[in-house]
């Protein structure tokens, strides 16, 4: 049975996150951002970044919508934490050769200047 679990959770973000139950297993599914005036309703999280396929082979595409800084770097991770890459965000597009990945799941990250991350995500190579 999947029970949805609404969790605010209060702090520096005032992110609301929306997690399913499965089982012992939370999984994130999105989240939210509280409106500044408290009669609005919580308004979805801007994405920054499109990534595809997805299961990757051979490549994987990240898009990036027009009103991303161009000062942002986009560092992808192995699952375990390796750095694999980190390119700065100088196009609208970064493809990715995957000749170097193994199979499994990979972390990117969308970072400003000062290292904060802006957008993280995750994609899968297939092998």
């Known amino acids: ?7 605010t959770i209060y702090g520096f973000s005032k992110m609301l996150l929306t ?8 999984v994130a599914v999105s989240s939210f951002v509280k409106a500044d005036n408290d ?3 919580y308004t979805p999280v801007v994405k920054y970044v499109k990534c595809y396929p997805n299961p990757a082979t051979a490549y994987i595409n990240f898009e990036f919508s ?3 800084d161009r000062t942002y770097s986009l560092v992808i991770m192995s699952f375990i ?3 694999m ?5 100088a196009d ?3 493809t990715i050769t995957l000749n170097s990945y193994l199979r499994g799941l ?13 957008e993280t995500g995750r994609f899968q190579v297939d092998k």
């Not at 890459?85 to 965000?89: D, F, I, L, S, T």
């Not at 990979?106 to 802006?118: A, E």
């Open 39 to 41: 009669d609005e309703l």
């Open 66 to 68: 027009s009103e991303i």
């Open 1 to 7: 049975m999947i029970k949805t679990l609404h969790n």
């Open 92 to 94: 609208s597009k970064i």
């Open 19 to 26: 997690l399913v139950v499965l089982g012992t297993v939370l």
């Open 106 to 118: 990979y972390i990117y990250q969308l970072k400003d200047k000062s290292g904060r991350i802006v």
């Open 85 to 89: 890459e980190e390119k700065p965000v």
């Open 81 to 83: 934490g390796k750095q």
